[in-house]
């Protein structure tokens, strides 16, 4: 097992040092400079700061400096924010991002999950029905029109919660709530149709057999088999979720990375975009990395012991 | 059993994890309570959002509107933008200027201090001057604003000379003087450009890198101090009590807060949240008839240019001036943009400079130089494709991403075509920077682009197409309009009236003549305003907004 984990943590690097290459090179394609006044310059004045920012030097040479700086830590500096290093750019922003995606992954999977079981337990009657049209919606529904509304609706007519902006709980719970309808709608999709085929098993009907209440059937031996595939959706869907929705960011003033990474793009701020790039792809290796170990561990028959299994 | 365990202390962990984060909020909402005990609405508060974060709050690295802004609310330099929008005096007392036109001397107010407690000095002038300039410093404007102005500015910038040599020097704690390169009439409202405004050396040097990058990095001498800054959430001002003016300011505070969303900022208007929102052209049909519906005219101006050097058909002016006339500006205006922005009849806007003598609107002397008119198009097209030997011609029209580029080139192609028959226009849609980047190399036959001046004077947009000009870029050379300005800034520098006329004929040449480029518009704002914010004036240049003066009226 430590042997498993040791190779993967070496690929997982490995995984990050080629994306921080590609991105780097590919970065060099675009036509993207520190200046931000390049209409009022001269070519000659362009090159003196282009010079203090070393990119005259020949791509080589800025590739291993770059790569000697992440290793440090150091992401740069900002090219739109002058002077302000990107890893404490990154910092200021993930706290809202991952706040944000945290509550709606916990309470969008944990409502979906009861949607989904109620669902399947009276499954092709009226609740199924309705659980299934929530589901439908909060999947197809895209994320800017249901925000726009709710923010309406909650925060203008009906005056119950802050239209936007980033100051306390309360103004968490409308941008959780629009996030939240896609997990939520993810894990009730799942849960039923998992659950359906659990409680169909033999074991199922062994534990009824034996005389367990149906609380005990539905939750202790139902719920827990039918929940280990979603774990493999969760990851992924976490990952995206805690690095920011541009959308919801924007329509609600969060300040969170989402909102950053798009205006890194709009403005050519390469450090930030490699950055954000590289942070990203750390969240999403790292939380893969995770869920594999969780799978062996929730599931001896899928458990991996690396070497051994070439 | 083993596996159920693992789920569980998973679940439990998760659980605890989402409380935790509960519990903690839970606390900042009780800090929040208490702070904002007071009754709102007897303060004097301004509450406002801005489309983005503040790049950079650095006077010498500033190169964008809002940086200015914030820059313009919190610092001071040797003059302001006063209510009247010209330049009066902050700083500087007031000053004295050569014979020849080359020095300048500002004689500096004693009662003005840094909030840090330091008077303003001249030394405080001379160090963010050459700061300005300074390569390693690495400003933009810098250069820009200050080469060809402030003697030995390109030299410096260049690293061919030291930071000392250039042309600035404390006389005495007092007195700055200013050696020039060329007599410049608009010094007095360079002096109220941000690259311009002083900082306290030693607070500078103490903060070293970490300088500008937080609220607590930054030093102060204007009406309003910058209490907090949360990066990409907003920022708080509060009035300066050190301020040498602080009498005139009345509002205590300015909370601004970064939405990127219209009609996120309309929601937030109708709620009271704040006092003042912009508004897109699907708002202006709704809001049209309001009493807070306001419209302010920006200098910005935006043309088409015409490539001389690679289209042999733009190469002739009666080509030219056929596409400069076939399309429908008001209906640019009106119907595309809708935000109260006018047809362009020149390059120099409207309500941005005046006679000296007759305060005469530039504009209104001038008038629409190149207005529509099919019929004339036609004729005009129909000469230069005689001229040319063709009939049909096809142009590369080259213009931005944006949803306003879009739609606005897709109704000049459309135009274009259907007033000059044979005419194929291809769109080009990039980017800002790749455009820049094909206006460089000159790789397009016509260019949607814009310019927003930085100083009052006719000046910054007529000298960009001075022969070779480094903002030129499209092949106009007229050896009668370069002698016209090398006039109008040498000899007639001080005789200000002959110079204005000298400008309002270039103009003339320029568009009228030569037809190099076409005039679009002038971009203006819709906006709401809550009718009991008084007295925040809009400028022309400079910070956009002054609100030194504002109030609030309940």
């Known amino acids: 097992m430590v042997r498993y984990i040791f190779q993967r943590v070496v690929y997982l690097f490995l995984t990050l040092f080629l994306i921080a290459t590609f991105s780097f090179f590919l970065m060099k394609f675009l036509p993207g400079t520190p200046l931000t006044a390049e209409d009022k310059l001269t070519d000659e004045q362009k090159e003196i700061i282009l010079e203090k920012y070393g990119l005259n030097d020949p791509v080589p040479v800025q590739y291993v400096k770059y790569l000697g700086e992440l290793v440090q830590g150091d992401l740069g500096i900002s090219f739109q924010f002058d002077n302000r290093g990107v890893t404490q750019i990154l910092l200021d922003r993930l706290g809202p991002s991952a706040q944000l995606g945290a509550q709606a992954l916990l309470i969008g999977t944990i409502l979906g999950i009861l949607l989904g079981l109620v669902a399947a337990v009276y499954h092709h009657g009226f609740i199924d029905y309705t659980s299934t049209i929530i589901a439908v919606i909060g999947k197809s529904i895209p994320a800017f029109v249901f925000a726009g509304l709710i923010q309406y609706v909650i925060g203008v007519k009906l005056g119950w919660l802050p239209v936007a902006f980033w100051e306390g709980p309360e103004y968490t719970i409308m941008p959780t709530i629009a996030l939240m309808m896609f997990p939520l709608a993810t894990a009730a999709r799942f849960t039923r149709t998992e659950m359906l085929e659990v409680l169909g098993s033999d074991y199922i009907t062994t534990a009824r057999a034996k005389g367990v209440n149906e609380f005990g059937v539905i939750f202790k031996h139902g719920l827990r088999n039918a929940l280990i595939p979603l774990v493999t959706v969760i990851g992924p869907l976490a990952v995206s979720l805690m690095t920011g929705t541009l959308v919801i960011e924007q329509i609600f003033a969060v300040p969170g990375l989402g909102e950053q990474f798009v205006s890194s793009v709009m403005t050519n701020d390469f450090p930030v975009i490699m950055g954000t790039t590289l942070l990203f792809a750390f969240l999403f290796v790292v939380i893969i990395l995770i869920i594999d170990l969780l799978y062996g561990i929730i599931d001896p028959r899928i458990r991996l012991t690396g070497g051994e299994k070439k | ?554």
């Not at chain 2, 839970?26 to 508060?45: I, L, P, R, T, Y």
């Not at chain 2, 406002?48 to 610092?75: A, F, H, R, V, Y």
């Open chain 2, 1 to 554: 059993m083993k596996k159920s365990n693992w789920l569980l202390l998973v679940l439990a962990l998760v659980m605890s994890m989402f409380l935790a984060a509960c519990s903690g909020g839970d606390d900042e909402n009780a800090g929040e309570d208490s702070s904002k005990g007071g009754d709102e609405s007897a303060e004097q508060v301004l509450r406002l959002t801005e489309g983005d974060e503040i790049p950079t709050m650095d006077p010498q690295l500033s190169t964008n509107t809002i940086s200015s802004q914030w820059l313009g609310t919190t610092l001071e330099g040797l003059y302001r933008v006063g209510k009247d929008g010209a330049p009066e005096p902050a700083i500087a007392k007031s000053h004295d200027v050569s014979e020849d036109a080359l020095t300048w001397t500002f004689h500096l107010r004693e009662d003005a201090v840094w909030s840090n407690g330091d008077p303003i000095t001249a030394h405080d002038f001379v160090y963010s001057w050459r700061r300005a300039v300074d390569p390693e410093v690495g400003s933009e404007y810098g250069p820009y604003m200050m080469g060809g102005v402030i003697k030995n500015a390109n030299e410096v910038a260049a690293g061919e000379k030291p930071v000392e040599e250039l042309g600035v020097k404390a006389v005495d704690d007092y007195t700055f003087e200013v050696q020039l390169a060329k007599p410049t009439p608009y010094m007095e409202s360079l002096a109220t450009f941000t690259t311009f405004y002083p900082l306290n050396q030693k607070f500078v040097e103490e903060q070293g890198d970490q300088f500008g990058l937080e609220a607590e990095n930054l030093v102060f001498n204007g009406a309003f101090i910058m209490t907090e800054w949360n990066h990409g959430e907003g920022w708080t001002l509060e009035k300066n009590p050190d301020y040498w003016d602080a009498d005139s300011v009345k509002l205590d505070k300015i909370t601004v807060k970064v939405t990127k969303d219209v009609p996120t900022n309309v929601n937030l208007y109708n709620n009271d949240q704040i006092d003042r929102t912009g508004l897109t052209s699907t708002f202006v049909e709704e809001y049209k008839s309001s009493d807070e519906f306001r419209t302010v005219l920006n200098p910005g101006v935006f043309y088409l240019k015409f490539n001389q050097e690679r289209s042999e058909a733009l190469a002739n002016v009666n080509i030219r001036k056929a596409i400069a006339t076939a399309f429908d500006k008001q209906g640019i205006a009106d119907t595309i943009l809708n935000n109260g922005s006018i047809p362009a009849g020149g390059l120099v806007p409207k309500e941005f400079v005046a006679h000296p003598e007759t305060g005469e609107d530039f504009r209104e002397i001038n008038g629409e130089l190149l207005p529509y008119d099919k019929e004339k198009a036609k004729e005009y097209w129909e000469k230069g494709l005689s001229e040319l030997g063709t009939d049909s011609v096809t142009l590369n029209y080259l213009t931005g991403d944006t949803e306003t580029s879009k739609n606005i080139s897709a109704f000049m192609k459309n135009q274009l075509e259907t007033n000059l028959p044979g005419l194929t226009i291809e769109l080009q849609q990039v980017p800002f920077k790749e455009r820049l980047r094909l206006d460089t190399e000159m790789e397009y036959d016509i260019q949607a682009a814009g310019w927003v001046p930085d100083y009052a004077d006719p000046n910054t947009f007529l000298n960009m197409w001075v022969t070779d000009g480094a903002n030129n870029k499209m092949g106009f050379s007229n050896p009668e309009y370069d002698a016209m300005l090398e006039k109008a800034n040498n000899e007639l520098a001080q005789k200000p009236n002959e110079r204005f006329q000298t400008f309002l004929d270039m103009e003339k040449l320029l568009i009228q003549e030569e037809a190099a480029i076409a005039p679009m518009y002038q971009e203006g704002v819709a906006q709401l305003w809550k009718p009991y914010v008084k007295d925040v004036f809009k400028n022309q240049i400079g910070p956009e907004y002054s609100y030194k003066w504002a109030y609030i009226e309940k």
